[in-house]
């Protein structure tokens, strides 16, 4: 099969080691991975700030380079729910419909796809998981708490394959980080006040790994944890599974 790896924007810029991380674990999965040397952003900003209508050409350049693949990766839940969700106001080509069917999130793609059964690092740490919204309710990959108690979902499922690693209960398992995009900006106070919060139920709990699948979620609570010489480290998952240590 042939895969493209897509880096979101802020990966490139601010978390360049997410993206080798994410590189070297699929290629250790057994995985040929190709890197478009074309690729840009793939529209959320612009959108988000309320300039959809001006992102139709991110949209179709992403479409132009990334339709010849039979799966498109990234480590980002955000942007795999606009790609699949938000592409809808472009004309539905045969390489459009392509692509939004095509793209996956990093862990959705290593369970579902590749179904791999083990993975091999050990990580003797307590893992505090936060549920980017994206993730969880765009793209169903964990439980939300106002439909079940039940907390499960592919991400908790894949790193309890891993040896030695404890995961933290939160109070509350799936509340909001507070980053949403552009609301982070335009709201600025709320958005702080919620990524406390959260940290604050990690550090209860005794989180001392604080993982996720979006990087933007990340980045907002990461803040607030050096902000608070908080005893906590942050790790994209696609850094732990990769065997990196904290």
């Not at 840009?40 to 380079?65: I, L």
């Not at 010849?68 to 472009?90: N, W």
């Not at 990959?141 to 079940?148: H, L, M, V, W």
């Amino acid at each position: 099969m042939k895969v493209a790896l897509f880096i979101p924007c802020y990966v490139d810029q601010f978390y360049p080691n997410v993206g080798v991380a994410t590189l070297q674990l699929l290629e250790k999965l057994g995985v040929d991975v190709v890197f478009p040397m074309k690729q840009t952003c793939c529209g959320q900003p612009m959108a988000n700030g309320g300039c959809e209508q001006d992102s139709k050409g991110v949209y179709e350049h992403f479409v132009e380079t990334f339709s010849e693949f039979d799966y498109i990766v990234t480590p980002s839940g955000s942007c795999t729910y606009h790609i699949k969700k938000h592409y809808d106001i472009i004309e539905q080509t045969p390489a459009v419909q392509k692509v939004r069917k095509s793209v996956y999130e990093l862990v959705d793609f290593i369970e579902n796809v590749l179904k791999i059964e083990e993975i091999p690092v050990d990580f003797p740490h307590k893992v505090g998981l936060h549920l980017s919204c994206h993730g969880q309710r765009g793209l169903r990959q964990a439980n939300a708490s106002e439909i079940t108690g039940v907390r499960d979902g592919q991400i908790s499922k894949l790193l309890r394959k891993l040896k030695g690693i404890e995961l933290t209960e939160l109070d509350r398992n799936d509340e909001c980080c507070g980053f949403g995009g552009m609301f982070c900006v335009t709201e600025e106070a709320v958005s702080a006040r919620m990524g406390k919060d959260r940290i604050a139920d990690h550090l209860r709990n005794g989180t001392k790994v604080l993982t996720g699948g979006d990087v933007s979620c990340l980045m907002h609570l990461e803040g607030i944890v050096k902000r608070q010489n908080a005893p906590i480290k942050v790790m994209h998952i696609a850094e732990i599974l990769n065997g990196n240590q904290p």
